[in-house]
């Protein structure tokens, strides 16, 4: 098969897409309660690392809507009864670890990113955190998940902050996500260097996938064609905007 998408995940059961039986009970609630959801032990100590605060703080999550917009470009591109997309409640841990993953030449995320510097096996991609009815659930898909997946895809992208980056460990080299998800089995990551912006990362995995789907092109020639794409445009002429991801592994 030909592309597996997750993307759009639920982070907050104050969420609109949580079911409404949850959302029109008539309880009374404090600010407290009205905050994140529990989160995973490891994703609490990487939020704290990555200096984005506890749950305690009351730190959010916000929902990356354009990756949706990115999922959707990506579908219609694809093959009919060739791809996957699995959106909102889907694009969960549990869909991350599925086997069915496996079998998609392509597998792509489109979620947020968090790279720990301080212990690089917290660093992970964070999925959905909530369930339909709102309960909490693990969402976070740490580094070590990621070097127990059965992955043997031909290219995953890693669509989100700074995954390409890692730590450098003495007499184990660079450890981040994209040597866990080649350890994984897939051939080619493709992986951001700093801090990408939502709306001009969903334009440019667009021309991206248009390149490799409709055109052909190798992934290193498609991700190539549509940075001079991007450049070439004065709304994204800034490097900033398209120069974050690089393609790593096998080139050819």
């Known amino acids: 098969k030909e592309v597996a998408v997750l993307a759009d995940p639920v982070f907050d059961k104050e969420d609109a897409r949580v079911g409404k039986a ?54 219609a591109m694809t093959n009919a009864g060739k791809g996957m997309e699995a959106l909102d409640f889907q694009a969960s841990r549990e869909t991350a670890q599925s086997k069915d993953l496996g079998q998609y030449r392509i597998v792509h995320f489109a979620t ?41 895809a031909e290219l995953v ?32 990551v493709v992986a951001s260097l700093w801090k990408v912006d939502d709306v001009a990362t969903a334009e440019l995995m667009g021309r991206f996938y248009r390149g490799m789907l409709k055109e052909g092109l190798r992934p290193a020639a498609a991700l190539r064609q549509a940075q001079m794409e991007m450049q070439a445009q004065k709304r994204w002429a800034d490097p900033y905007y398209w120069a974050a991801f690089t393609i790593q592994g096998e080139w050819k």
Do not use: W
């Open 22 to 75: 949850t959302q029109n009970k008539q309880v009374t609630t404090s600010a407290s309660e009205k905050q994140i959801p529990s989160f995973p032990e490891q994703l609490t100590r990487s939020l704290s690392d990555v200096g984005l605060g506890t749950r305690q703080a009351g730190v959010a999550l916000p929902r990356l809507a354009f990756s949706r917009q990115e999922a959707d470009a990506i579908m």
């Open 112 to 152: 947020h990113g968090l790279l720990d510097n301080q212990h690089p096996e917290l660093s992970g991609l964070v999925l959905s955190l909530v369930d339909q009815q709102g309960k909490s659930q693990d969402g976070f898909l740490d580094l070590e998940d990621v070097y127990n997946l059965t992955l043997p």
């Open 157 to 188: 992208v890693l669509s989100a902050c700074e995954t390409g980056l890692g730590k450098q460990v003495a007499g184990e080299g660079l450890v981040g996500l994209t040597r866990g998800f080649m350890y994984a089995g897939a051939s080619r």
